[in-house]
């Protein structure tokens, strides 16, 4: 079987692994990698059908992965601030009577003559704060086909918690 078109529906890709690697965010060590082809064989062998599932679920967080490479221009919009500066209601800087610089009369502040609002708006779940949530759903998805990489998930979380990565041997 040299091309992929020759595999069958149900089992898995070359590029599979990989995928699965990175939708998990696993390292790319010997150990962890032969762990996930051990998972991936446990798969097909003892559920077939559930290869078809899992390579569902990896297309989908690959197409969120490009969705978020190239955001679109409403998700750079997420936070947008709006300034205005105009004279005070009522007072004789609104009617035009107020001294044109300060220094027309000494112990006149033109500045308390001006107010001066600024405004912030959030979106509080922009789109792309959408699309991470979806891609860990179908990740948690995923790991409930490959229950055997769990404990991979733990040790990468942990070693994250730690800021370092620790060396293993084999």
């Known amino acids: 079987m040299s091309s992929s078109s020759n595999w069958p529906a149900s089992s898995w890709q ?3 692994q990989e995928a ?3 939708c998990l965010g696993l390292p790319a060590t010997v150990p962890c990698l032969a762990a996930i082809a051990k998972a991936m064989a446990d798969l ?3 559920h077939p059908s559930g290869v078809l599932s899992a390579r569902a679920l990896l297309d989908a967080v690959a197409l969120i992965d490009q969705q978020l490479l190239s955001p679109a221009a409403d998700q750079e919009k997420a936070i947008q601030k709006q300034s205005n500066s105009r004279p005070i209601a009522g007072s004789v800087a609104a009617t035009g009577d107020a001294p044109l610089q300060k220094a027309d009369v000494i112990t006149y502040d033109t500045s308390l003559l001006r107010e001066e609002t ?3 708006y959030a979106t509080p779940s922009s789109a792309a704060t959408a699309l991470l949530n979806q891609r860990r759903r179908y990740s948690d998805q995923l790991l409930l086909l490959l229950p ?3 404990s991979w998930m733990q040790f990468t979380a942990a070693t994250l918690r730690l800021g ?3 060396l293993q041997r084999g």
């Open 44 to 46: 097909e062998r003892q």
């Open 164 to 166: 370092s990565v620790s």
């Open 20 to 22: 699965i690697r990175q």
């Open 14 to 16: 070359p590029s599979d």
């Open 118 to 120: 600024e405004t912030t």
């Open 148 to 150: 055997n990489l769990n």
